[in-house]
């Protein structure tokens, strides 16, 4: 069965730094998204990627954030400058159509928990 | 403000009992509700809601979606230990906009 995956699954990073969280979709799916979860919280939507540019994004998402899809596989979400209050894990997600239109599952990787110290 | 708010945030049970969690929300143009499961990391897929009054079903699992009223429920019947985890309600809107509850925390108890 086609799946989500990321890596790394567990990043540790010096505060400061910048990190590349990496996603590879489902491949014939078309819509991309990143949420995070700070432990023993609630799941955050940070945005939402199609077409090779951002459809949706959330307060969270400020300009330390970014995302690209550098070739045809991986979607990569970059953090600038990491606060400790980045701690988290992110997860990637992946439909075939636009998530909110309500017609397609939107499918979760395992995600990948950054600890910035 | 969007937001979406599950109830109750935690919940006891012993094995073989029914159980229903609650999400109701308010969001602009809304599009679908969403309930997933987690267990230890990623949420898994439950049921996609987007029309009113009518349940879907999986299982011993169950879910309808009130639109007037701008809520969901979640029934789980005859619970097992393997349910345990928090459901998470989630719902999509605007474009590709989406938010998820806080979260039940289910135990289930042998």
């Known amino acids: 069965e086609p799946e989500v995956t990321q890596t790394p699954s567990h990043q540790v990073t010096q505060m400061g730094q910048e990190v590349i969280l990496r996603c590879v979709p489902i491949?014939?799916?078309?819509?991309f998204y990143w949420y995070r979860q700070i432990l023993g919280q609630k799941v955050e939507f940070l945005v939402s990627?199609?077409?090779?540019?951002?459809?949706?994004k959330s307060e969270i998402f400020d300009d330390q954030f970014s995302v690209e899809r550098p070739d045809g596989s991986n979607f990569t979400l970059k953090i600038r400058s990491t606060k400790l209050e980045d701690s988290a894990m992110y997860f990637c997600?992946?439909?075939?159509?636009?998530?909110?239109?309500?017609?397609?599952?939107?499918?979760f990787g395992p995600g990948t928990r950054l600890t910035v110290l | 403000e969007d937001k979406v708010v599950q109830s109750p945030l935690s919940l006891v049970v012993h094995e073989g009992d029914t159980v229903t969690l609650n999400c109701s929300y308010e969001?602009?143009?809304?599009?679908?509700l969403l309930w997933y499961k987690q267990e230890k990391k990623a949420p898994t897929f439950l049921f996609m809601l987007?029309?009113?009054?009518i349940e879907k079903k999986s299982g011993r699992l169950s879910s309808i979606l009130d639109k007037k009223e701008l809520f969901s429920i979640l029934n789980i019947t005859a619970t097992q230990t393997g349910d345990s985890a928090v459901y998470l309600c989630?719902?999509?809107?605007?474009?590709?906009?989406?938010?998820f509850g806080a979260g039940t925390r289910l135990t289930v108890k042998p």
């Open positions: 997600a992946s439909s075939l159509t636009p998530f909110a239109g309500g017609r397609d599952e939107q499918f």
């Open positions: 491949s014939n799916h078309l819509y």
């Open positions: 990627f199609y077409n090779n540019e951002i459809s949706e």
């Open positions: 969001v602009t143009n809304f599009r679908s």
């Open positions: 987007t029309s009113s009054g």
């Open positions: 989630a719902v999509g809107f605007n474009n590709n906009d989406m938010r």
